[in-house]
């Protein structure tokens, strides 16, 4: 049965593990693709242009977002943050699903326009296991961590705006609610196209 490719939002606090709990969903669930953000904070030790973003300068960025060429973009702890407008939209149409990991401003701005879009938000457990996530990732500055820190309460401010919550406390727990959350999107008769189905089913009868 045909259906359109769902565009599943995944936010957080920074540091509660969106990407940990994105690789591993990645690498297990079969038919859905990340969407590589475009922003204009400097790599991380580690991280690759292409990979785990799309590194720009600032005007290149606000070119991108003036050509309407960003889905969706925001300002996150000093730098601009984007969605990719043609990669997404061109997965979906061909019923890939997309999975984009943005912050909660750039979640409301797509819930505005995509009703088909499933929201999901990662919880830590505590404020102090968050704060000894972003410290033991150990890529970021201590101002950057305390900045984070601080952004963190706003962004959980946002949780009761989602559809779907998820316990970041047992990593594969969480990956499997995660999957378990797309496959039932998946599953949704206004999702699929149910009515070119029934056509071709009673056709052959
Ligand atoms: P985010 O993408 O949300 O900023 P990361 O995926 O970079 O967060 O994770 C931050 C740190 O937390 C990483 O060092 C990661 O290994 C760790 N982490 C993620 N999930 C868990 C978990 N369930 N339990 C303990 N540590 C975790
Ligand atoms: P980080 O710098 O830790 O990689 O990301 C900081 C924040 O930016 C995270 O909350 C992440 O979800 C958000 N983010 C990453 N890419 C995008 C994007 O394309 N759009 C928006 N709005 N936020 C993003």
Known sequence: MFRRGLLVVLSGPSGVGKNTLLNLLL??????RYSIS???RPPRAGERDGVDYFFFEPEK???MADAGELLEWAHFCGHYYGTPRSYVEGSIAR???VILDIDTQGAALLKKKLLEGVFVFLM???WQALEQRIRGRGKDT???IKERLNRAREEIDHLSDYQYVILNDDLERAVGELEAIILAERCKVVRNDVAG???AFFAKN
């Open 27 to 32: 690498a297990r669930m079969a038919g859905i």
């Open 38 to 40: 475009a922003t204009t």
């Open 61 to 63: 960025f606000l070119a």
């Open 95 to 97: 019923g890939t699903d």
């Open 124 to 126: 830590p457990p505590s």
């Open 142 to 144: 201590e101002e950057s």
């Open 197 to 199: 189905f029934l056509a």
